[in-house]
């Protein structure tokens, strides 16, 4: 069975931090590429940062530097590091898998299976 499970979210003043968490089934991790997504309201969904089976990374620009993604092997569980959080950050953050071999956080149409979703709120 496969299955992404978001957790993690809340509210956090400007400049705070926050980890999400993601536990994938055993069937897809470390068989697919996973990434975290969010959307914004009135806004397309966008990828964040994803990392493939080799552990290889991608950012999104926006979020390079203040953002890391990381995995726990023997926890089947993707992590989302999120630190000096901007107001811009606040959206619904989504898990996803991608049984594909090249990682691409750019092309949401790759990622086939998706979790329910966590909110992240930044206040100024």
């Known amino acids: 069975q496969v299955h992404v499970v978001e957790s993690g979210g809340g509210s956090v003043q400007a400049g705070g931090s926050l980890r999400l968490s993601c536990e994938a089934s055993?069937?897809?991790?470390?068989?697919?590429?996973l990434a975290w997504f969010r959307q914004a309201p009135g806004k397309e969904r966008e990828g964040v940062a994803g990392i493939d089976s080799d552990g290889a990374t991608s950012y999104a620009d926006s979020v390079k530097g203040r953002f890391t993604i990381s995995q726990d092997n023997a926890k089947n569980t993707l992590y989302l590091q999120m630190n000096s959080l901007k107001p811009e950050d606040t959206a619904m953050y989504y898990c996803?898998?991608?049984?594909?071999?090249?990682?691409?956080?750019?092309?949401?149409?790759?990622?086939?299976?998706w979790g329910q979703g966590t909110q992240v709120t930044v206040s100024s």
């Open positions: 055993e069937y897809i991790y470390n068989k697919a590429c």
């Open positions: 996803a898998a991608d049984f594909g071999r090249r990682l691409d956080i750019t092309n949401i149409i790759l990622w086939g299976y």
